[in-house]
């Protein structure tokens, strides 16, 4: 006879009856308590930010003709010139700099919660495949808006850029090879940064609310709450672009709610991750239009958007037109016909 599934583990319920006990107050039914864990996470980043902003400050004032201060604040002179003054380039490759900051910082707070590194967002079944399919998906979905938008007379494409002017030498794979990796490190930082230590620790802090609300879906409640505080995270985060208008704010919004879907769904990061990078790719490299009110420096068109921006998406890309949303709810659709796989345990280790 076959033995019962197991049960969703969930937290009990305040008892006010029980003593409270020092342990208790440090210490909750998923190891270190979430509250705990966000206040020394956030501190030890403060640390960082705060450390890097005196190294910075001291740069500029002993060497003041070595610092150009720029949209990228912080980035040598020297680097800058030789993205011939690119900023969205120049931020792309200082966003993929904060990458092992934050996995670093991620791995210290797995030693102190004793947990594997794993649990968020970067373990999961089939990792390879899961970040293949993702991107193929991704790639497919931008190229669907894109049709949309020139089919509709919303876009234009008005002529190819010639290649080799500011790096010489690059033709047109090299710019696509160099802005793909650049694009896969954005899909860490950004997934890793918002939907990773984040997420899984404010899961683990609603637990208690999502049990009162219904204990047998105490860790679907607690994981869909979390996305509301990632991803007005998210949506913060792309308010500084120059080119982003109101629309496209609300799709980033919108497509952090995806990027979790997906995370729900298979388990990992690594479809989102996939998704984020060819998603990314094929606005700024392949068919050259603003992404997030940015263009990129060795794009392969020039583009221009024709008519009202709430339609054609305007300055801030096709992310910013209407037709983003339906799309994206067809991903959504795909993820619901994605093999599913569980969850990682909020257990800390014994």
């Not at 007379?153 to 002529?159: A, C, G, I, K, V």
């Not at 190819?160 to 490190?185: D, E, K, N, T, Y």
Request: charged share 10%; glycine share 8%; proline share 7%.
């Amino acid at each position: 006879m076959d033995s019962p599934p197991a049960q969703p583990f969930v937290p009990e319920l305040y008892d006010p009856q029980r003593p409270l006990t020092m342990r208790r107050v440090f210490m909750g039914p998923f190891g270190l308590r979430a509250g705990w864990s966000l206040l020394i996470y956030f501190a030890i980043l403060a640390s960082i930010v705060a450390s890097a902003y005196i190294v910075l400050h001291h740069i500029r004032a002993t060497h003041p003709h070595t610092v150009m201060t720029t949209r990228t604040a912080g980035t040598p002179a020297s680097a800058v010139k030789s993205l011939t003054n690119a900023p969205m380039l120049t931020r792309v490759l200082l966003e993929d700099m904060t990458f092992p900051v934050f996995f670093l910082l991620s791995w210290l707070m797995a030693v102190i919660e004793r947990r594997k590194l794993t649990v968020f967002g970067l373990g999961g079944t089939h990792p390879f495949r899961r970040f293949l399919v993702g991107a193929v998906w991704g790639f497919l979905a931008m190229s669907l808006l894109i049709f949309v938008l020139h089919s509709l007379r919303l876009l234009s494409f008005d002529t190819q850029l010639l290649h080799g002017r500011a790096i010489p030498g690059w033709a047109i794979p090299g710019w696509a090879i160099a802005q793909l990796l650049a694009f896969l490190f954005v899909g860490l930082v950004e997934e890793y940064v918002y939907r990773g230590y984040l997420q899984f620790t404010l899961t683990r802090c609603l637990m208690g609310l999502g049990s009162f609300i219904s204990r047998p879906h105490a860790r679907a409640i607690a994981f869909w709450l979390a996305s509301s505080v990632t991803s007005a995270l998210f949506l913060l985060s792309h308010t500084s672009n120059g080119g982003e208008n109101k629309p496209g704010l609300l799709q980033v919004f919108v497509v952090g709610f995806v990027f979790l879907a997906a995370l729900w769904r298979t388990g990992s990061l690594w479809w989102a991750i996939g998704f984020h990078m060819t998603w990314d790719w094929a606005q700024s490299f392949l068919y050259g239009v603003p992404d997030s009110g940015g263009l990129m420096q060795g794009r392969l068109f020039v583009t221009h958007a024709w008519g009202n921006p709430l339609w054609s998406g305007g300055s801030a890309g096709p992310e910013g037109s209407v037709f983003c949303i339906p799309v994206l709810f067809l991903v959504i659709v795909v993820l619901c016909f994605t093999n599913s796989s569980p969850q990682p345990p909020l257990e800390a280790k014994s």
